[in-house]
């Protein structure tokens, strides 16, 4: 219950995040990734922000803990190397991003507005999901 919790707050504060600095408009982010035209630098700017903040707390969380505050071991990825798998997601991810102007935090929160593009766009996601979970299972 307690890891439910965490997430749940976790989530909120994320969600609270990106309404507030309003990276949950489709728009904002597509002029962000139009440099040719429209061009917004504000998404940039937010990520700095993220980074500014997350990245000592991050640092120091490493240095001084072993387990997240839920109890469960810190993980990083087993894997660095860069594949054909990771190239074709981050391809996937980007495609979709640059149609859609959402990437899975700003879709899930648009879904407690119910626009039908969220609906859309967390549906692709769970069936993409899904698919890469079968695709992973095969021999």
Do not use: H
């Not at 994320?14 to 507030?20: D, Q, T, Y």
């Not at 630098?41 to 707390?57: E, N, Q, R």
């Not at 991810?93 to 700003?106: H, L, R």
């Amino acid at each position: 219950m307690t890891r439910l919790l965490y997430a749940l707050l976790a989530g909120a504060v994320f969600g609270f995040g990106l309404a507030v600095s309003g990276m949950t408009d489709p728009d904002k982010v597509l002029n962000f990734l139009d440099v040719a035209g429209r061009w917004d630098p504000s998404l940039a700017l937010v990520m700095a922000g993220a980074l500014f903040v997350a990245t000592p707390g991050y640092a120091w969380i490493r240095r001084r803990r072993s387990t997240a505050i839920c109890g469960d071991p810190l993980q990083l990825p087993a894997s660095t190397s860069i594949d054909a798998r990771l190239l074709v997601g981050s391809l996937l991810f980007g495609v979709g991003w640059g149609i859609a102007g959402y990437c899975p935090g700003p879709a899930l929160a648009n879904l407690a507005r119910g626009t039908v593009e969220a609906l859309v766009f967390v549906a692709a996601l769970l069936a993409g999901s899904l698919l890469a979970r079968a695709l992973d299972r095969q021999p």
